[in-house]
């Protein structure tokens, strides 16, 4: 009866060791450090970054052609 109770402790401490690693490790490498508090209002994300001066050009004249 003795050996029962400790294959079952046993059992248990391995499932819960197996339960707790994979819960650390359940997040994708992209979501870890992302911010999780936002603040309303506010974008906290990456910078764009800025269009170059032949892409200004190509979007004025698209922009132009709608205009007819």
Do not use: N, P, V
């Amino acid at each position: 009866m003795k050996k029962t109770k400790q294959s079952r402790r046993d059992f248990m401490a391995l499932g819960g060791s197996l339960l707790l690693g994979l819960t650390l490790t359940a997040c994708r490498q992209e979501e870890q450090g992302r911010k999780l508090l936002y603040d309303k209002g506010t974008y906290l994300g990456e910078a764009d970054e800025g269009l170059s001066d032949e892409d200004r050009a190509r979007l004025r004249q698209r922009a132009t052609f709608q205009r007819d």
